[in-house]
């Protein structure tokens, strides 16, 4: 079922057509009791009666709103022209806002890709597209959204590591990106049929489950350990080698093989140490 818009009149020109009539009417009415018309009287009432009637159909339209007409069970269309309306007033009229509309999830308890409990929430930026498809479609609109998006979430969170433990590997920490633009077609997928389009969809919270956070913390500073010690030595190693081409290339003193590796091990150990070294003063010669 698609939306399509409605038929209508303007509810000024009918509101200032209807009270002429209902004033004509009233007049009418009077002046054959008066003449004592019976046909006339009862002709005035029903006309009275059909004028009151018709000011029900006078509706008013807010902007970013709509009104989905029903009649006898059938839908007619809906209602999009804002301002003062006048439509069939036997027609059934629902007003459903169009405005943008956050929706923010509980926090869910989900294991990533890994295996790993964490707790993952969402905020959810949607607003109603069609009308037709929002009213007749699902019971309700709102709480499908809700649920829906509740389980894409779900899903999207399944299927990314909480953190990458491989070079180039897409993640939930450092691919926000990229997972918001996967969770936001995970919801669209599902809310299509709803006639609601999702306008954005991004994590608001992300954290391993309390069970495992204190591990997990131990993991991420023991990984930083690592990556740092790999830095500290790889500069290490280039700082020795560029002493010992300096030494080599100016000639300053002439190492054997068996001095050169004590040096090599004395820079070593003095550049990845963790405390600052105590310096040593040879006072006596190169080998003793």
């Known amino acids: 079922m698609r939306e399509k818009p409605a038929f209508s009149f303007p509810g000024g020109l009918m509101l200032f057509l209807l009270l002429a009539s209902l004033g004509t009417s009233i007049y009418l009415f009077v002046s054959s009791i008066e003449a004592q018309v019976p046909l006339a009287v009862i002709f005035c009432a029903l006309a009275f009666i059909a004028e009151l009637v018709m000011l029900g159909g006078l509706v008013i339209v807010n902007p970013n ?6 009649l006898f069970g059938t839908y007619v269309g809906t209602l999009r022209n804002q301002g003062f309306r006048w439509v069939n007033p036997f027609c059934a009229k629902r007003r459903i806002s169009l405005r943008v509309r956050n929706f923010e999830t509980s926090k869910l308890k989900v294991n990533d890709l890994d295996g790993n409990p964490i707790e993952i929430a969402a905020v959810v930026v949607w607003q109603v597209v069609d009308t037709a498809e929002a009213v007749f479609q699902v019971d309700s609109y709102e709480n499908f ?11 999207m969170a399944t299927s990314y590591a909480y953190d990458s433990h491989v070079e180039g590997q897409m993640s939930l920490r450092s691919h926000t990106a990229e997972t918001s633009e996967q969770l936001k077609k995970e919801i669209q997928d599902r809310l299509s049929k709803a006639g609601v389009e999702v306008i954005e969809a991004r994590i608001s919270h992300l954290a391993y489950a309390a069970e495992i956070a204190s591990a997990m913390l131990q993991r991420q500073q023991a990984s930083a350990i690592v990556a740092a010690r790999q830095t500290i030595v790889t500069g290490a190693v280039s700082m020795v080698e560029m002493a010992l081409e300096q030494l080599s290339e100016k000639k300053l003193v002439d190492l054997d093989p068996e001095r050169r590796a004590a040096m090599v091990s004395n820079l070593l150990v003095v550049l990845c140490g963790e405390r600052s070294p105590q310096p040593v003063v040879n006072t006596g010669t190169l080998y003793s």
């Open 145 to 155: 959204m809700q649920v829906q998006s509740e389980s894409a979430l779900r899903t």
């Open 65 to 70: 709103e709509a009104q989905v007409l029903q």
